[in-house]
Nanobody, 123 residues
Framework: QVQLVQSGGGLVQTGGSLRLSCTAS????????MGWFRQAPGKEREFVGG????????YQTDSMKDRFTISRDSTKNTVYLQMNSLKPEDTAVYHC????????????????WGQGTQVTVSS
């Protein structure tokens, strides 16, 4: 079965950093893209960014690209979301997702989802 297992969330102080991990298993993900989304309580799920599984392309939301970086480690079947200079407004549940094809910006584009991990940034 396909699994996307996330780790790395937690509580951090304003200005701190976290790295989220998403490890994929269950099939070969060649030709797939991975996306990161976040959702705060009472708000719509927001696209953070994505990366092609082969590393050939990335896409990051303009409002976050100066602080967040998406990368991959193909030897570990893992993609990462490095978050620096965190702010209270970054508090949300963060999900990784996978789809066949190019990076999609809409959550409906994705076929597989991680369980989500809470990121809380204290002021």
């Amino acid at each position: 079965q396909v699994q996307l297992v996330q780790s790395g969330g937690g509580l951090v102080q304003t200005g701190g950093s976290l790295r989220l991990s998403c490890t994929a298993s269950g099939r070969t993900f060649i030709g797939y893209a991975m996306g990161w989304f976040r959702q705060a309580p009472g708000k719509e799920r927001e696209f953070v960014g994505g990366i092609a599984w082969n590393g050939g392309s990335t896409y990051q939301t303009d409002s976050m690209k100066d602080r967040f970086t998406i990368s991959r480690d193909s030897t570990k079947n893992t993609v990462y979301l490095q978050m620096n200079s965190l702010k209270p407004e970054d508090t949300a549940v963060y999900h990784c997702a996978a789809r066949y094809g190019g990076i999609g910006l809409a959550r409906t584009s994705y076929d597989f989802w991680g369980q989500g991990t809470q990121v809380t940034v204290s002021s």
